[in-house]
């Protein structure tokens, strides 16, 4: 019985069912890239939620729209922001190793 692990990875290995270790990197990457933004929404979503959602409804009230979008927009800012400034510092570091 197989795990379902292994030929995942397998079936992209290529000829002779070799693995590609550049292929296995990419894939995690995309993995990791996926997770981040997936948390990245779930905090944002609670957060701005907590802020702008008094008592929650059937919908929302103008005022509540506005607020949620306000907050979604300076969350988004802030991340990029920090994004930005920490791939600069890493960049720096890695130059002076």
């Known amino acids: 019985m197989e795990s379902g692990f ?7 290995g290529g000829a002779g069912g070799k693995l590609d270790p550049g292929l296995i990197m990419e894939q995690v990457k ?9 948390e990245l929404l779930q905090r944002m979503t609670d957060k701005c939620f ?5 008592k929650p409804g059937g919908s929302l009230d103008n005022s509540e729209q506005k607020c949620i979008a306000m907050c ?3 969350y988004m800012d802030a ?3 920090v994004s930005r400034a ?7 570091e890695r130059a002076n190793m």
């Open 79 to 81: 991340w990029n922001t």
């Open 50 to 54: 907590r802020k702008c959602i008094g």
């Open 86 to 92: 920490y791939n600069s510092r890493l960049q720096r």
């Open 72 to 74: 979604m927009d300076r």
């Open 6 to 12: 292994g030929s995942d990875f397998g079936s992209a």
């Open 30 to 38: 995309v993995q990791i890239a996926v997770a981040n933004a997936q």
